[in-house]
Structure formats: structure tokens, C-alpha cells
């Protein structure tokens, strides 16, 4: 695996258009870009959304088994970096 890639931290929200939950690199927070799943406008948070892969688990829960987690990764789409960036 890329050695850049196992470096780079990512943050997880829902598309506020169609709930699909995206994964984007942490260095893309405060950026406008497409989702990809229904191309609505989004701008990337600089924090996790609660619930999602990345993000805090939400109140009066455990927190995702690991089985849950290989789910919720299998479920969302990550935002690319290009390959200058």
C-alpha cells in the first residue's frame, strides 16, 4: 500500500443531499468539491460527523463492534486526492 495513503488522516460526514456517508482526506477540510454519489455541493467539515466512520460514536452507545466498522467501511465513499496533490 502507498506509504502516503497509511499517513493521511480522514475525516467522515453524511452528504446533507442524499446521506451518503464520504470519507475525505483531513487536509481537504474547508474545501468545496462534488459529492460523489449525487453531486450536490459539499464542503468538507474539519471535524467527523458523530456516528460515522471516523467520527465520535453518538450518545448512549458503545461505540461500532469491529464488525460494524469493516461494515461502515464497505458503505462509504472516499473522496480522492489527484495525484499531484
Known amino acids: 500500500m502507498d506509504t502516503q495513503l497509511d499517513d493521511t488522516t480522514f475525516l467522515s460526514f453524511i452528504c446533507e443531499s442524499c446521506n451518503q456517508e464520504i470519507e475525505a482526506p483531513a487536509d481537504l477540510a474547508g474545501q468545496e468539491t462534488e459529492c460523489p454519489a449525487c453531486a450536490a455541493l459539499i464542503t468538507i467539515p474539519y ?39
Open 47 to 85: 471535524v467527523s460527523a458523530p456516528g460515522t466512520l471516523w467520527g465520535v460514536p453518538l450518545a448512549n452507545t458503545k461505540g461500532p463492534s469491529p464488525e460494524q466498522t469493516e461494515a461502515m467501511k464497505s458503505r462509504t465513499i472516499r473522496i480522492e486526492l489527484p495525484d499531484n496533490w
